[in-house]
C-alpha cells in the first residue's frame, strides 16, 4: 500500500518562495513518473509538474519558469521549489504518480496573500 506524506506548506507573501516535499512509502517510487497537483476551493484536482524516474520535468504554463520539481530516488522524496509565488497558487498541494491512482495523501496548505 503506498503512503504519501506531504509537507512544507504555509502562508507566505506575494514573491515569496517555498519547497514542498513528499515522502512516498511503499513499492516502485524509483520507477514511476511523480507528479505535484494543487486542489483550489471547489476545483479539481489539477496538475501542476511531474517528472520521470530519471529526473526529466514538465511543468503546467501556469507555474513554468517559477516552479521547479525534482526527486531524490535514494529517499522516495519527492520536492517542489516554489518561487516567485501568486495569490492563485494558493491551493491544497498534493503528491502523487501521474497519471494519479489512489490513495491520495492529505496535503499540504499553501496560502499567497499579503
Known amino acids: 500500500q503506498v503512503q504519501l506524506v506531504e509537507s512544507g506548506g504555509g502562508l507566505v507573501q506575494p514573491g515569496g518562495s517555498l519547497r514542498l516535499s513528499c515522502a512516498y512509502s511503499?513499492?516502485?517510487?524509483?520507477?514511476?513518473?511523480m507528479g505535484w497537483y494543487r486542489q483550489a476551493p471547489g476545483n479539481e484536482y489539477d496538475l501542476v509538474a511531474h517528472?520521470?524516474?530519471?529526473?526529466?520535468?514538465w511543468y503546467d504554463d501556469s507555474v513554468k519558469g517559477r516552479f521547479t520539481i525534482s526527486r531524490d530516488n535514494a529517499k522516495s522524496t519527492l520536492y517542489l521549489q516554489m518561487n516567485n509565488l501568486k495569490p492563485e497558487d494558493t491551493a491544497v498541494y498534493y503528491c502523487?504518480?501521474?497519471?494519479?491512482?489512489?490513495?491520495w495523501g492529505q496535503g499540504t496548505q499553501v496560502t499567497v496573500s499579503s
Open positions: 511503499g513499492t516502485s517510487f524509483n520507477h514511476r513518473l
Open positions: 502523487n504518480a501521474f497519471p494519479w491512482s489512489p490513495p
Open positions: 517528472v520521470t524516474h530519471s529526473g526529466y520535468p
